[in-house]
């Protein structure tokens, strides 16, 4: 298995800036696909990004495309999504999720989570 922290989250005005990371521990980081989810009060879970086990392959939600960006170093173990432009309803709890297979965008589907980090951005 393996151990998922996120970290870096805050309360920022309108077309502020934030970095979240998402650090790993256990097994090999670089064996996993790795996808950030998000949920606002009252709604579902919700698919952010993902990117690929080398880093070579991302996709986004239509909703932040353009205004976030994820990465990974598999050397330090660890996930980044920098959010550009953040708009109140970015507003939620974002979570990191792994799985061993192919980037999906059901929170189901994944086996492994961190705990979660709060993004407030306020008008």
């Known amino acids: 298995q393996v151990q998922l922290v996120e970290s870096g989250g805050g309360l920022v005005q309108a077309g502020d800036s934030l970095r979240l990371s998402c650090a790993a521990s256990g097994r090999t980081f670089s064996n996993y696909v790795m996808t950030w989810f998000r949920q606002a009060p009252g709604k579902e879970r919700e698919f952010v990004t993902a990117?690929?086990?080398?880093?070579?392959?991302?996709s986004y939600a239509d909703s932040v495309k353009g205004r976030f960006t994820i990465s990974r170093d598999n050397a330090k173990n660890t996930m980044y999504l920098q959010m550009n432009s953040l708009k109140p309803e970015d507003t939620a709890v974002y979570y990191c999720?792994?799985?061993?297979?192919?980037?999906?965008?059901?929170?189901?589907?994944?086996?492994?989570w961190g705990q979660g980090t709060q993004v407030t951005v306020s008008s």
């Open positions: 999720a792994a799985r061993t297979g192919v980037v999906v965008a059901t929170p189901r589907s994944y086996n492994y």
């Open positions: 990117i690929s086990r080398s880093g070579g392959t991302t």
